[in-house]
């Protein structure tokens, strides 16, 4: 793995970074207040060739490396990472397509949602099935060429925005996980009811919805893989997800590092800036560690999963260590600005927000502490 960037991936830092200092920073506070799906960031970011970044050329994508995008998503995460997380929601959506989908599928659905610039969203969350995907109750039943589903989904980023869902349903029930299948069906199909946006803590310019399948016929030929295979598709599609997520997370930790620096190095007590008090140097040298090192994480498991090696170890890592990191710089530049940072006026009380959720989604920081135990053994 080479730890330089190319010139190419310069580009792409650079260009993610200008669309964040230009369109994501001084439109984030309004979208937190607003708490919708931000249609017009999306359209403007599709412009710029900022979404469906993974998808192949062949089909109108970018074709860019997990690596690649991970490089353009820290710059994004450092803007915001609610309107970062909505903008690159496509690449969660579409990954069962693009991983399990034959080619004849994607050939079929990838064009028209990218040139009409469609959202999709992951459906595997449900009331009683969070970190656990072998628990999910949803059930799909076939009646002739279809399949029917029943059940309730929660926590569907971009749900209510999306014109598609990657839908994961029981479909042989003796079977344990290896009963689940996987389903491509469009958001607007009969017996598919969605609900408002939930109130959310945190990156809430990326909504997150309830979804209710009562009696939704889905033809056969929407199955994404074989059946069975919906649970092999959900681990292959974290082993890409995450580290995109997480650079995410570095991004956040970044920008908390940033704006704790900058105030440290202008706010004066006791004839100083508090910036040489050694307490709070301590603390900035922490984030600026908490960074380098949750970059290298993610790059490095982006990098093997690029390169067609196993990176299911590495993934848990860069959640479990960013997902943490994310979380300790944001609390840590609170902690240095003091009382001012407790403010909603402050980005550093955003920052704080959006934060936890990253020690909790796509595997809570525990889940993935047992998966590496679980490849520790297993190696």
Same mark, same amino acid.
């Given at each position: 793995?080479?730890?330089? *960037?190319?010139?190419? @991936?310069?580009?792409?830092?650079?260009?993610?970074? $200008?669309?964040? $200092?230009?369109?994501?920073?001084?439109?984030?506070?309004?979208?937190?207040?607003?708490?919708?799906?931000?249609?017009?960031?999306? $359209?403007?970011?599709?412009?710029?060739?900022?979404?469906?970044?993974?998808?192949?050329?062949?089909?109108?994508?970018?074709?860019?490396?997990?690596?690649?995008?991970?490089?353009?998503?820290?710059?994004?995460?450092?803007?915001?990472?609610?309107?970062?997380?909505?903008? &690159?929601?496509? $690449?969660?959506?579409?990954?069962?397509? *693009?991983?399990?989908?034959?080619?004849?599928?994607?050939?079929?659905?990838?064009?028209?949602?990218?040139?009409?610039?469609?959202?999709?969203?992951? !459906?595997? &969350?449900?009331?009683?099935?969070?970190?656990?995907?072998?628990?999910?109750?949803?059930?799909?039943?076939? @009646?002739?060429?279809?399949?029917?589903?029943?059940?309730?989904?929660?926590?569907?980023?971009?749900?209510?925005? +999306?014109?598609?869902?990657?839908?994961? +349903?029981?479909?042989?029930?003796?079977?344990?996980?290896?009963?689940?299948? !996987?389903?491509?069906?469009?958001?607007?199909?009969?017996?598919?009811?969605?609900?408002?946006?939930?109130?959310?803590?945190?990156?809430?310019?990326?909504?997150?919805?309830?979804?209710?399948?009562?009696?939704?016929?889905?033809? =056969?030929?929407?199955?994404?893989?074989?059946?069975?295979?919906?649970?092999?598709?959900?681990?292959?599609?974290?082993? &890409?997800?995450?580290?995109?997520?997480?650079?995410?997370?570095?991004?956040?930790?970044?920008?908390?590092?940033?704006?704790?620096?900058?105030?440290?190095?202008?706010?004066?007590?006791?004839?100083?800036?508090? /910036?040489?008090?050694?307490?709070?140097?301590?603390?900035?040298?922490?984030?600026?560690?908490?960074?380098?090192?949750?970059?290298?994480?993610?790059?490095?498991?982006?990098?093997?999963?690029?390169?067609?090696?196993?990176?299911?170890?590495?993934?848990?890592? +860069?959640?479990?260590?960013?997902? =943490?990191?994310?979380?300790?710089?944001?609390?840590?530049?609170?902690?240095?600005?003091?009382?001012?940072?407790? /403010?909603?006026?402050?980005?550093?009380?955003?920052?704080?927000?959006?934060?936890?959720?990253?020690?909790?989604?796509?595997?809570?920081?525990?889940?993935?502490?047992?998966?590496?135990?679980?490849?520790?053994?297993?190696?």
């Amino acid at each position: 793995m080479n730890l330089e *960037l190319t010139a190419e @991936q310069h580009k792409i830092q650079e260009q993610h970074r $200008e669309f964040a $200092e230009a369109v994501i920073i001084p439109s984030a506070v309004e979208w937190d207040r607003i708490a919708d799906y931000p249609h017009p960031l999306f $359209e403007q970011a599709a412009e710029a060739g900022l979404t469906n970044r993974i998808v192949p050329v062949r089909h109108g994508g970018r074709g860019l490396s997990v690596l690649d995008a991970t490089i353009g998503n820290e710059e994004l995460g450092y803007g915001c990472t609610g309107i970062s997380t909505a903008l &690159t929601i496509n $690449e969660l959506g579409l990954l069962p397509l *693009l991983l399990a989908g034959s080619e004849d599928q994607q050939a079929a659905w990838l064009p028209g949602i990218l040139a009409d610039r469609e959202v999709v969203s992951f !459906c595997v &969350t449900e009331p009683e099935a969070g970190s656990d995907v072998a628990a999910l109750q949803t059930t799909a039943v076939r @009646q002739g060429d279809r399949w029917v589903l029943n059940g309730t989904k929660l926590w569907i980023t971009g749900g209510n925005a +999306a014109a598609w869902l990657a839908v994961f +349903a029981v479909t042989d029930p003796d079977q344990g996980h290896e009963g689940l299948s !996987c389903f491509f069906v469009r958001a607007d199909a009969p017996g598919i009811v969605r609900g408002a946006p939930i109130a959310k803590m945190g990156q809430r310019a990326a909504p997150a919805v309830r979804i209710e399948f009562q009696d939704c016929a889905v033809p =056969e030929c929407h199955m994404l893989g074989s059946r069975g295979s919906g649970f092999l598709t959900i681990m292959q599609t974290f082993d &890409t997800s995450r580290p995109l997520l997480c650079a995410q997370a570095v991004g956040l930790a970044r920008r908390a590092r940033d704006e704790a620096v900058a105030y440290a190095g202008r706010r004066r007590a006791f004839g100083q800036t508090i /910036s040489r008090f050694q307490g709070v140097g301590f603390m900035l040298a922490d984030m600026d560690i908490r960074v380098a090192a949750g970059r290298g994480l993610v790059r490095h498991a982006a990098w093997l999963r690029d390169e067609g090696a196993g990176n299911t170890r590495e993934a848990a890592i +860069a959640k479990a260590y960013c997902g =943490e990191a994310a979380m300790a710089s944001a609390t840590d530049a609170v902690q240095v600005f003091g009382g001012v940072g407790y /403010s909603a006026d402050q980005p550093v009380e955003k920052l704080m927000r959006d934060a936890k959720i990253f020690q909790i989604y796509e595997g809570t920081t525990q889940i993935q502490q047992q998966i590496i135990v679980r490849e520790l053994y297993r190696s």
